[in-house]
C-alpha cells in the first residue's frame, strides 16, 4: 500500500504522516465530546467513518450514523455538522427522537442550538399529545410548534389512521391548535368534507376549537350531521355552540354555556331553536308552530352550610318538542316538563322551603299549562322534646297559591261530585270559570274540559306526642294533632273557606332480636320488630272547596295497621386464625332479607272491616342480585290488588339484566296522573278521562347490557303489555367503540300516542326509528365530552 506512494517510501516521513493522522483523530474525538464553542449541546458523533472537511469547516460522517445532542437521537446514513454554527444535516433514513416524539424522513437540516429543524418527506409521530403528522416539509419552529406544508395531521393510528384532516398549510402552536389553511377531512382515505380555514384543538386541557362531527341516520329526522364548537372562556367558564343538519326537519342551532364562578355557585345554560318544515306531519299536529325550541337553566347557589337554593328551568315550545327532537325512550313517556326555583334555610330545630313550580303539559300542542304552584312556602319542625319533659311535639305549614287549567281532578272526587260520568259542574269555582268560558263562545264540553282551578292555601298541622316505656322491649307512642286548611279562591263568591279537624294516633312498638353462628366468624341476626298502630280522624261535613293535592283530602279514618317488619342481618369479622389483624378492619356487615307484612283493619266499615294485607320482601345476598316484591291483597275482593316485582342482576362490567312486573287491578282516578318531582302533580282532564274506563295495568319491562370487549357493548330494553300481550316499546342498541372513532346502532319500536284536538280523540301510531350514528373522536375528545356532562349536571 505504501509503496503506491513515493513520498512516503521514507521511514521517518510516514512515522511523522501516522502521528499526525492520530493527532486529527484525537482533535476531532475531543472537540464532538466536549461543549461546543457557543453555549450549547453537548453533541456525540458515531459512524463507520468520517472526516473533516477542511473547505467547509464541516465534519462528515458516513454509514450507521448515531448522532446525539442533550435528548435528541438521530440515526441516518449520512450526516454533516458543523461545531461553529451548530448547524447539521441528516439524509437518508433518517430518524429522529426527542421528548416530543419520533420522525421519520429522508432529510433533515436542523440546529443544534437553537433546536430548530426542517424535515423533508416526513411522518412525525408525536407521543405527548398523542398524534401523527404528515407533509411534505415539517418545520420545527419552537417547542411543540410547527409549520407544515401539504400535510395533515390524525388523532387516530400510526399506520394507517382512519381519519385525517389534511391542507396546504398547517401550523402546530405549542401543541394546542392545529391551524389549517384549505382543510380536507377524510376518512378512509375518501375526502368527505372542505373548508378554507380550519382550526382544530389538540391539548388535553380545557381549549376552543372545533369537536369531531356527528353524523347519523334515523326515521324519525331522517340524516343528521352535528357539528360543535367549544369555546373555553376562562377557567371556570366554557361555552358549546352546536349546529345540526335534519334532513327531514332543517336546521337546528344550539348553545350551551357553563359556568362555576366558585365552589358554591355553579351551573349551566342551555338553548336549541329550529325552523321545523316539517312540523305537521303528523295529522294530530296540525297548526303547530314551526319555529320550535327548548331552553333550560340549572343553577346552583350555597350561601353556607344552611342557606341554599338553586333554579332548575326546562320549557319547550310545544308539548312533542321532546318526543320530536329526542331518541330516549324517557322522553317519550315524559308528561310533563317541570321548572322551579327553589330557596332552603335550615336551623337546627327547623326548616323552611320557598319553591315556585311551573309545569307544562306535554304530549298536546296547548301553549297553556296546566298546573302552577306559584310559590309554595313551607316551615317544618321535625319532632323535637318540649324543654326538659318526655313531650314532643312538631309542626307542618305550608302556603301555597296554586292554578290548575284543567278541572277534571276536582269535579271527578267521590268528595265533591255527584256525577262523575256526564262531568257536571259542582264547585262554585268551576261554576264560575264555566260561565265564564261560555261567554266566550265555548260550547258547553268544551268549556267543561278547559274548566280549572286557582286560589290559595294555607296549611297548618302542629302535633304533640308522647312515649312512654312500657317495658324494656315495648314503647308506647301517643300523639294528637290538628290539620287545618284555609282556602282563599278569587272566581268564588265566598272567597274563604276553611276545614279543619283534630287527628289522633296511638303506636305500640316491640323490637326482638337473636344471633345465629354464620360461617366461621359471621354472624346472623334476625330481628323482629312488631308494631300496633290506630289512627283516628273524624268525619266533618263536606265542604264546597278544591282538590288541588292529597293535603286537601281531610277524610274520616277510623282504622288499625298491624305490622310485622323481619330484618336479617349478617356481619363477618375478619379471620384472626393467625392473630390479630393490623389496622383492626371493621366488620364486613350486610342486611340479607327483609320481610314487612302490614295488615288494615278499617272500623268505618261495617262488613269486610278487614280490608288489605300488605307485603314487601327484598333480598340481597350479594352484589351480584337484588330482588325485591311488593303487593297488595284485597280481602273484600278476594284478589291481588297490586304486585310488583324488580329484579337485578350484575356481574361486574360484563353482564347485567333488569327484570320488572307491574300489575295493578284498576287505577284509581286521583293515582292515574304524569310523575312530577314533589308533591304537586298534574294531571290533564284527558287523562282522567281514560282513567274511568281503565281496567289497571299489567306490564313486563326488562333490559338486558352485555359488554363481551371493551369495544362491543349491547342493549336490549323492552316493555311488554301482559294484558294486551303486545310489546308496546323494544330498543335495541348496539355499539363499537374504538380509540378515535366509534359505531352504533339504535333500533326504536314504540307507539307515539296523541290526541288530535280536532276530533276529540286519541290517535296511536306505531313507529319504528332507527339510528345510525359514527362518531369520529379522538384521545381528548373524552375530555370535552366530561366537560359536557358537568354542564348537565350542575
Same mark, same amino acid.
Request: charged share 25%.
Given at each position: 500500500?505504501?509503496?503506491?506512494?513515493?513520498?512516503?517510501?521514507?521511514?521517518?516521513?510516514?512515522?511523522?504522516?501516522?502521528?499526525?493522522?492520530?493527532?486529527?483523530?484525537?482533535?476531532?474525538?475531543?472537540?464532538?465530546?466536549?461543549?461546543?464553542?457557543?453555549?450549547?449541546?453537548?453533541?456525540?458523533?458515531?459512524?463507520?467513518?468520517?472526516?473533516?472537511?477542511?473547505?467547509?469547516?464541516?465534519?462528515?460522517?458516513?454509514?450507521?450514523?448515531?448522532?446525539?445532542?442533550?435528548?435528541?437521537?438521530?440515526?441516518?446514513?449520512?450526516?454533516?455538522?458543523?461545531?461553529?454554527?451548530?448547524?447539521?444535516?441528516?439524509?437518508?433514513?433518517?430518524?429522529?427522537?426527542?421528548?416530543?416524539?419520533?420522525?421519520?424522513?429522508?432529510?433533515?437540516?436542523?440546529?443544534?442550538?437553537?433546536?430548530?429543524?426542517?424535515?423533508?418527506?416526513?411522518?412525525?409521530?408525536?407521543?405527548?399529545?398523542?398524534?401523527?403528522?404528515?407533509?411534505?416539509?415539517?418545520?420545527?419552529?419552537?417547542?411543540?410548534?410547527?409549520?407544515?406544508?401539504?400535510?395533515?395531521?390524525?388523532?387516530?393510528?400510526?399506520?394507517?389512521?382512519?381519519?385525517?384532516?389534511?391542507?396546504?398549510?398547517?401550523?402546530?402552536?405549542?401543541?394546542?391548535?392545529?391551524?389549517?389553511?384549505?382543510?380536507?377531512?377524510?376518512?378512509?382515505?375518501?375526502?368527505?368534507?372542505?373548508?378554507?380555514?380550519?382550526?382544530?384543538?389538540?391539548?388535553?386541557?380545557?381549549?376552543?376549537?372545533?369537536?369531531?362531527?356527528?353524523?347519523?341516520?334515523?326515521?324519525?329526522?331522517?340524516?343528521?350531521?352535528?357539528?360543535?364548537?367549544?369555546?373555553?372562556?376562562?377557567?371556570?367558564?366554557?361555552?358549546?355552540?352546536?349546529?345540526?343538519?335534519?334532513?327531514?326537519?332543517?336546521?337546528?342551532?344550539?348553545?350551551?354555556?357553563?359556568?362555576?364562578?366558585?365552589?358554591?355557585?355553579?351551573?349551566?345554560?342551555?338553548?336549541?331553536?329550529?325552523?321545523?318544515?316539517?312540523?305537521?306531519?303528523?295529522?294530530?299536529?296540525?297548526?303547530?308552530?314551526?319555529?320550535?325550541?327548548?331552553?333550560?337553566?340549572?343553577?346552583?347557589?350555597?350561601?353556607?352550610?344552611?342557606?341554599?337554593?338553586?333554579?332548575?328551568?326546562?320549557?319547550?315550545?310545544?308539548?312533542?318538542?321532546?318526543?320530536?327532537?329526542?331518541?330516549?325512550?324517557?322522553?317519550?313517556?315524559?308528561?310533563?316538563?317541570?321548572?322551579?326555583?327553589?330557596?332552603?334555610?335550615?336551623?337546627?330545630?327547623?326548616?323552611?322551603?320557598?319553591?315556585?313550580?311551573?309545569?307544562?303539559?306535554?304530549?298536546?300542542?296547548?301553549?297553556?299549562?296546566?298546573?302552577?304552584?306559584?310559590?309554595?312556602?313551607?316551615?317544618?319542625?321535625?319532632?323535637?322534646?318540649?324543654?326538659?319533659?318526655?313531650?314532643?311535639?312538631?309542626?307542618?305549614?305550608?302556603?301555597?297559591?296554586?292554578?290548575?287549567?284543567?278541572?277534571?281532578?276536582?269535579?271527578?272526587?267521590?268528595?265533591?261530585?255527584?256525577?262523575?260520568?256526564?262531568?257536571?259542574?259542582?264547585?262554585?269555582?268551576?261554576?264560575?270559570?264555566?260561565?265564564?268560558?261560555?261567554? @266566550?263562545? =265555548?260550547?258547553?264540553?268544551?268549556?267543561? !274540559?278547559?274548566?280549572?282551578? &286557582?286560589? *290559595?292555601?294555607?296549611?297548618? %298541622? /302542629?302535633?304533640?306526642?308522647?312515649?312512654?316505656?312500657?317495658?324494656?322491649?315495648?314503647?308506647?307512642?301517643?300523639?294528637?294533632?290538628?290539620?287545618?286548611?284555609?282556602?282563599?279562591?278569587?272566581?268564588?263568591?265566598?272567597?274563604?273557606?276553611?276545614?279543619?279537624?283534630?287527628?289522633?294516633?296511638?303506636?305500640?312498638?316491640?323490637?326482638?332480636?337473636?344471633?345465629?353462628?354464620?360461617?366461621?366468624?359471621?354472624?346472623?341476626?334476625?330481628?323482629?320488630?312488631?308494631?300496633?298502630?290506630?289512627?283516628?280522624?273524624?268525619?266533618?261535613?263536606?265542604?264546597?272547596?278544591?282538590?288541588?293535592?292529597?293535603?286537601?283530602?281531610?277524610?274520616?279514618?277510623?282504622?288499625?295497621?298491624? @305490622?310485622? =317488619?323481619?330484618?336479617?342481618?349478617?356481619? !363477618?369479622?375478619?379471620?384472626? &386464625?393467625? *392473630?390479630?389483624?393490623?389496622? %383492626? /378492619?371493621?366488620?364486613?356487615?350486610?342486611?340479607?332479607?327483609?320481610?314487612?307484612?302490614?295488615?288494615?283493619?278499617?272500623?268505618?266499615?261495617?262488613?269486610?272491616?278487614?280490608?288489605?294485607?300488605?307485603?314487601?320482601?327484598?333480598?340481597?345476598?350479594?352484589?351480584?342480585?337484588?330482588?325485591?316484591?311488593?303487593?297488595?291483597?284485597?280481602?273484600?275482593?278476594?284478589?291481588?290488588?297490586?304486585?310488583?316485582?324488580?329484579?337485578?342482576?350484575?356481574?361486574?362490567?360484563?353482564?347485567?339484566?333488569?327484570?320488572?312486573?307491574?300489575?295493578?287491578?284498576?287505577?284509581?282516578?286521583?293515582?292515574?296522573?304524569?310523575?312530577?318531582?314533589?308533591?304537586?302533580?298534574?294531571?290533564?282532564?284527558?287523562?282522567?278521562?281514560?282513567?274511568?274506563?281503565?281496567?289497571?295495568?299489567?306490564?313486563?319491562?326488562?333490559?338486558?347490557?352485555?359488554? /363481551?370487549?371493551?369495544?362491543?357493548?349491547?342493549?336490549?330494553?323492552?316493555?311488554?303489555?301482559?294484558?294486551?300481550?303486545?310489546?308496546?316499546?323494544?330498543?335495541?342498541?348496539?355499539?363499537?367503540?374504538?380509540?378515535?372513532?366509534?359505531?352504533?346502532?339504535?333500533?326504536?319500536?314504540?307507539?307515539?300516542?296523541?290526541?288530535?284536538?280536532?276530533?276529540?280523540?286519541?290517535?296511536?301510531?306505531?313507529?319504528?326509528?332507527?339510528?345510525?350514528?359514527?362518531?369520529?373522536?379522538?384521545?381528548?375528545?373524552?375530555?370535552?365530552?366530561?366537560?359536557?356532562?358537568?354542564?348537565?349536571?350542575?
Amino acid at each position: 500500500m505504501w509503496r503506491s506512494f513515493r513520498p512516503f517510501q521514507d521511514g521517518l516521513v510516514r512515522r511523522i504522516f501516522l502521528l499526525w493522522i492520530a493527532c486529527v483523530v484525537c482533535l476531532v474525538s475531543t472537540d464532538l465530546r466536549a461543549e461546543s464553542r457557543k453555549e450549547g449541546e453537548r453533541v456525540a458523533i458515531d459512524a463507520d467513518s468520517f472526516h473533516f472537511d477542511q473547505e467547509r469547516k464541516l465534519f462528515v460522517a458516513l454509514g450507521n450514523v448515531h448522532f446525539q445532542s442533550g435528548s435528541m437521537n438521530m440515526t441516518c446514513d449520512y450526516a454533516e455538522y458543523s461545531d461553529e454554527t451548530g448547524e447539521y444535516t441528516a439524509v437518508g433514513n433518517v430518524v429522529f427522537k426527542d421528548d416530543e416524539g419520533t420522525v421519520l424522513c429522508e432529510r433533515v437540516e436542523g440546529n443544534v442550538l437553537t433546536h430548530q429543524a426542517k424535515f423533508y418527506r416526513a411522518v412525525l409521530d408525536n407521543v405527548v399529545k398523542e398524534y401523527l403528522l404528515k407533509g411534505d416539509r415539517i418545520d420545527k419552529v419552537g417547542e411543540e410548534t410547527y409549520r407544515v406544508t401539504k400535510g395533515s395531521i390524525s388523532e387516530c393510528g400510526k399506520t394507517h389512521p382512519l381519519w385525517e384532516i389534511g391542507g396546504r398549510h398547517m401550523l402546530i402552536e405549542k401543541g394546542e391548535y392545529v391551524r389549517v389553511k384549505h382543510m380536507t377531512l377524510r376518512i378512509g382515505g375518501v375526502p368527505l368534507f372542505y373548508s378554507p380555514y380550519f382550526l382544530y384543538p389538540l391539548k388535553t386541557t380545557r381549549q376552543s376549537g372545533f369537536l369531531p362531527p356527528l353524523i347519523g341516520e334515523g326515521g324519525r329526522n331522517g340524516s343528521s350531521v352535528k357539528l360543535d364548537y367549544f369555546q373555553a372562556i376562562d377557567t371556570n367558564r366554557d361555552a358549546t355552540l352546536t349546529y345540526e343538519y335534519l334532513a327531514d326537519n332543517g336546521n337546528r342551532f344550539g348553545l350551551e354555556y357553563r359556568y362555576a364562578l366558585s365552589q358554591k355557585i355553579r351551573g349551566a345554560f342551555f338553548g336549541r331553536y329550529i325552523h321545523d318544515r316539517n312540523a305537521d306531519r303528523e295529522g294530530s299536529r296540525i297548526g303547530m308552530n314551526e319555529d320550535r325550541w327548548e331552553t333550560g337553566w340549572t343553577h346552583y347557589h350555597n350561601l353556607d352550610d344552611r342557606l341554599y337554593g338553586g333554579i332548575f328551568m326546562d320549557v319547550f315550545s310545544d308539548g312533542f318538542y321532546p318526543s320530536d327532537f329526542s331518541p330516549s325512550s324517557e322522553a317519550r313517556v315524559r308528561n310533563n316538563g317541570q321548572s322551579d326555583l327553589t330557596v332552603v334555610r335550615r336551623w337546627d330545630g327547623a326548616n323552611a322551603t320557598a319553591d315556585f313550580r311551573y309545569y307544562q303539559e306535554l304530549g298536546t300542542r296547548h301553549k297553556t299549562t296546566s298546573l302552577q304552584s306559584l310559590p309554595e312556602l313551607r316551615y317544618d319542625i321535625p319532632a323535637r322534646r318540649a324543654g326538659r319533659s318526655n313531650w314532643f311535639y312538631s309542626l307542618d305549614t305550608s302556603f301555597i297559591n296554586f292554578y290548575r287549567k284543567d278541572g277534571y281532578h276536582t269535579v271527578l272526587s267521590d268528595r265533591i261530585s255527584s256525577d262523575t260520568e256526564t262531568l257536571q259542574p259542582v264547585t262554585s269555582d268551576q261554576k264560575a270559570n264555566l260561565k265564564i268560558l261560555k261567554s @266566550s263562545g =265555548f260550547e258547553d264540553a268544551t268549556a267543561l !274540559r278547559y274548566q280549572g282551578l &286557582k286560589g *290559595g292555601r294555607l296549611h297548618l %298541622d /302542629p302535633t304533640l306526642s308522647l312515649p312512654l316505656d312500657l317495658a324494656s322491649f315495648a314503647v308506647l307512642t301517643s300523639s294528637v294533632g290538628y290539620q287545618e286548611n284555609l282556602y282563599n279562591r278569587g272566581v268564588a263568591k265566598d272567597h274563604a273557606v276553611d276545614e279543619g279537624v283534630l287527628h289522633a294516633r296511638f303506636d305500640l312498638d316491640s323490637r326482638f332480636y337473636h344471633d345465629f353462628s354464620w360461617g366461621r366468624t359471621g354472624t346472623l341476626r334476625h330481628i323482629v320488630e312488631p308494631k300496633i298502630s290506630y289512627l283516628y280522624r273524624p268525619e266533618k261535613g263536606a265542604a264546597d272547596i278544591p282538590v288541588y293535592d292529597e293535603l286537601d283530602r281531610i277524610d274520616p279514618v277510623n282504622e288499625i295497621h298491624f @305490622s310485622l =317488619f323481619n330484618r336479617l342481618l349478617t356481619s !363477618r369479622e375478619p379471620d384472626r &386464625k393467625n *392473630g390479630k389483624v393490623e389496622g %383492626d /378492619p371493621p366488620a364486613d356487615r350486610r342486611e340479607i332479607a327483609t320481610l314487612k307484612l302490614d295488615a288494615l283493619y278499617n272500623r268505618r266499615r261495617r262488613a269486610d272491616r278487614l280490608q288489605t294485607l300488605t307485603g314487601e320482601f327484598n333480598l340481597n345476598l350479594s352484589d351480584l342480585y337484588y330482588l325485591e316484591i311488593n303487593s297488595i291483597y284485597d280481602f273484600p275482593e278476594h284478589e291481588f290488588a297490586s304486585l310488583n316485582l324488580d329484579f337485578k342482576f350484575h356481574l361486574r362490567d360484563l353482564f347485567s339484566l333488569q327484570v320488572g312486573r307491574r300489575f295493578t287491578r284498576r287505577i284509581p282516578i286521583d293515582t292515574n296522573r304524569p310523575t312530577g318531582g314533589g308533591r304537586l302533580r298534574t294531571v290533564g282532564g284527558n287523562d282522567v278521562l281514560s282513567g274511568l274506563k281503565n281496567d289497571g295495568i299489567s306490564f313486563w319491562t326488562a333490559h338486558m347490557n352485555w359488554t /363481551p370487549t371493551k369495544a362491543v357493548s349491547m342493549g336490549l330494553s323492552g316493555y311488554f303489555n301482559a294484558r294486551e300481550k303486545t310489546g308496546d316499546d323494544t330498543s335495541f342498541h348496539l355499539s363499537y367503540e374504538k380509540k378515535c372513532w366509534g359505531l352504533s346502532l339504535s333500533v326504536d319500536r314504540f307507539d307515539d300516542t296523541i290526541f288530535n284536538d280536532h276530533t276529540g280523540k286519541y290517535e296511536i301510531n306505531r313507529v319504528n326509528e332507527v339510528y345510525l350514528y359514527f362518531t369520529i373522536k379522538s384521545v381528548r375528545l373524552k375530555f370535552y365530552e366530561n366537560i359536557a356532562g358537568i354542564g348537565k349536571v350542575l
